[in-house]
């Protein structure tokens, strides 16, 4: 089966901030959009952004490893070089890490860099890279 790109919908409280995040940091393409919505490229999969009210969001927290990862979040996996550079460059524009990149499950099957950080929305992205891409899955 071929990998199928995903498509999310995310709440946003500024499509401007929205707009700036993830297309001038993160490099997402801009596709569609209209008064109260804004699709982007995220890594060759659908992202749309949608304008709501503020409302208070519910984020919990997981143990995964020895960190309190939280929960929900959305991210994609990366090749460890892109990982690396997307990295350094959310360190030199001062984005605020839940997570500071690292490695975690160190020698497991599942052994990844991974890092945690929040949109301008609340909203929680992870972004990792395998130290073997073919155990994405492994036990």
Not at 95 to 122: L, W, Y
Request: hydrophobic share 40%; aromatic share 12%; with cysteine.
């Amino acid at each position: 089966m071929s990998l199928q790109p995903f498509h999310l919908a995310v709440p946003v409280n500024s499509l401007i901030a929205a707009r700036q995040f993830y297309g001038e940091l993160l490099g997402c393409t801009e596709g569609r959009s209209a008064r109260d919505w804004v699709d982007f490229n995220f890594f060759g999969h659908q992202l749309v952004c949608h304008l709501i009210k503020a409302t208070d969001k519910v984020v919990d927290f997981n143990n995964v490893d020895g960190k309190s990862v939280p929960v929900p979040h959305f991210g994609v996996v990366m090749d460890r070089d892109d990982w690396t550079e997307l990295a350094e460059k959310l360190k030199r524009n001062n984005v605020r890490f839940i997570i500071e990149p690292g490695v975690r499950f160190v020698g497991e099957p599942g052994e990844q860099m991974t890092m945690f950080f929040a949109d301008p929305s609340g909203n929680m992205l992870e972004f990792k890279a395998m130290r073997s891409p073919k155990k994405l899955f492994s036990k």
